[in-house]
């Protein structure tokens, strides 16, 4: 894997960092102690957009997340004709109901896989246009197969440009008639919730059945509330094994979306790193994002966690607990941060469930599992996860992978160990360009190395 280059056309005028080589990363001289905001949530700024695009009128979003992911779904919307204003971090998008006023485009999508999975069922369903979407090289090589056969069941009219089965795509608007579509959800939740953002447009009623489990099912528990707040009910179980969406129209709505809380897990992480204490005060616990769960994690670490109203809190102890089996497959996005933590528990830790992260930014097992045995610690991979020993990580220069959460994970070891080096560290402008900004306002020593100029 350590073949990958960064896909550098993937990084947005929202990134920063595009000319460094490498950020190294030391402790801070004290614990890590801190009262944050963390950017707002980039799951729901992508669906929000989305679904104020497909709405009649001007819908205002405040809280939204200016990364590469948002960029580029922002920057596709316009391509479409939707006119989307930005000031600040409020977006007013001024919506067409499902019609797309430029009925022929060729979008690039960055490496988003939100915008990948919630956008081609959308164009499909409208009347009228031929589109095609590109994506980052990285975002060409995941898959979309069962979205695009359920979008085609559906009666989408789609193709593979290139290889079957991964962008880039063409969409005919030919409309969607309904109807009854089987998926699996076991590889993508982000398919359920492109499929059931398409199917209110549908001429018919949609219903969704799905045939195994779905991976980090939240998001779609997201994508189903959020609909609901643009106008849009969703009859389901709920075990959501079966979805029903008639005919509707999307309304405009004014929002303020919650923080990210998947950025928000970095930071905790410190705090539980350092016998720390950090306090994010634009989240509370009682959100939808399924990655708000770590702190249950670091809680069984031995870390102490107060939910407030509002806010989280969470104190760091001497020595973190490990000695466990979880799975992570409800929170995946987090994996990674865990894996990270755990040499300094007192015991192994067994991360299961996680099979379908080798889809994500990058095969994040593999990666993770090389770049931990390259600071020698003990690790064993399985297909569906690793498990990490305890020791002491040795410094070292390590390539991110072209992933944001792997380069932000890293950077968490250097919040233990001197000289931790990492290669590329911009592309964590995909969710959060301000991440090694915000680790040295925290007192952590980050050395930025520029690009040698030839
Ligand atoms: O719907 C969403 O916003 C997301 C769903 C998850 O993807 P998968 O279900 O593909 O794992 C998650 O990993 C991603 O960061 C955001
Ligand atoms: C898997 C992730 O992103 P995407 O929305 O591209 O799937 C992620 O942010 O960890």
């Not at 990948?116 to 095609?132: C, D, E, I, Q, Y």
């Not at 405009?252 to 923080?259: K, V, W």
């Not at 192994?348 to 996680?354: L, N, S």
């Amino acid at each position: 894997m350590t073949h990958v280059v960064s896909d550098l056309a993937a990084r947005s005028k929202w990134s920063v960092l595009k000319d460094i080589e490498v950020a190294e990363v030391s402790p801070a001289s004290h614990p890590i102690q801190a009262e944050l905001v963390v950017p707002g949530s980039k799951s729901l700024t992508n669906r929000a957009l989305i679904m104020a695009a497909l709405a009649h009128g001007e819908s205002e979003l405040s809280g939204i997340l200016k990364s590469d992911d948002s960029y580029w779904c922002i920057q596709t919307l316009k391509e479409l004709g939707v006119e989307v204003k930005i000031t600040g971090d409020t977006a007013k998008v001024y919506g067409m109901g499902g019609n797309w006023p430029v009925k022929q485009a060729e979008v690039y999508i960055g490496a988003a896989g939100t915008t990948a999975r919630f956008l081609p069922g959308a164009l499909a369903a409208a009347k009228g246009g031929n589109w095609v979407i590109r994506a980052s090289k990285r975002m060409s090589e995941r898959p979309m197969h069962p979205l695009i056969t359920a979008l085609q069941q559906l009666g989408a009219s789609i193709r593979y440009l290139e290889k079957e089965g991964y962008l880039p795509i063409e969409i005919r608007g030919e409309g969607l008639k309904g109807g009854e579509v089987h998926i699996s959800g076991s590889t993508s939740s982000q398919f359920i919730s492109g499929l059931l953002i398409a199917s209110a447009l549908a001429e018919n009623p949609v219903t969704i059945c799905i045939t195994d489990h779905i991976v980090q099912h939240a998001y779609v528990k997201m994508t189903i509330d959020l609909l609901e707040q643009f106008g849009i009910h969703v009859d389901h179980d709920d075990s959501l094994t079966m979805m029903r969406v008639k005919p509707q129209s999307y309304h405009a709505r004014r929002l303020q979306l919650e923080a990210d809380a998947s950025t928000a897990g970095y930071f905790f992480a410190l705090a539980a790193l350092t016998n720390g204490r950090v306090r994010i005060t634009n989240l509370s616990y009682q959100t939808r994002q399924p990655d708000i769960q770590l702190v249950d994690v670091f809680e069984r670490m031995g870390c102490r966690v107060t939910r407030g109203n509002g806010f989280i809190e969470l104190e760091g102890v001497q020595q973190l607990k490990g000695g466990f089996d979880i799975s992570m497959k409800e929170m995946s996005d987090q994996t990674l941060t865990l894996a990270a933590v755990a040499p300094f528990a007192d015991g192994p830790i067994a991360i299961h469930d996680v099979a379908h992260i080798r889809h994500h930014e990058c095969d994040r097992i593999s990666a993770i599992v090389q770049l931990l045995t390259q600071m020698g610690i003990r690790v064993e991979e399985r297909k569906d996860g690793l498990t990490v020993y305890p020791g002491q990580p040795k410094a070292a220069e390590l390539f991110a992978y072209d992933d944001h959460r792997v380069a932000m994970s890293l950077a968490l070891i250097g919040a233990k160990v001197p000289g931790i080096r990492i290669l590329d560290p911009g592309c964590v402008s995909k969710t959060c360009p301000q991440y090694f900004n915000e680790l040295e306002k925290l007192g952590l020593q980050v050395k930025l190395e520029k690009k040698a100029t030839s």
